[in-house]
């Protein structure tokens, strides 16, 4: 994991929870391509394949740490 990457964890719990996950379940924390701190939060069987349903990460789940606003997280979003 490079420098750059490191920046968005606040705690070892966090990075481990990025980095350290078994198969299936990589990635369920991840750096989107637009730079979001992006969660799965949950998975769907469909005919063309696994869906998933991912939500922006605003605080650190383990330890509260204001990761993302809400402002800055609209303007990466394009609709």
Do not use: W
Not at 19 to 37: F, H, K, M, S, W
């Amino acid at each position: 994991m490079s420098d750059a990457q490191d920046e968005i964890f606040c705690c070892d719990s966090l990075k481990g929870a990025v980095a350290e996950l078994p198969e299936p379940a990589v990635p369920t924390i991840y750096r989107a391509d637009n730079g979001l701190l992006m969660m799965v939060v949950g998975l769907v069987q469909t005919e063309e394949g696994l869906g998933y349903l991912d939500q922006a990460v605003m605080h650190c789940p383990f330890c509260g740490t204001k990761l993302q606003d809400a402002k800055a997280l609209a303007e990466k979003v394009s609709h």
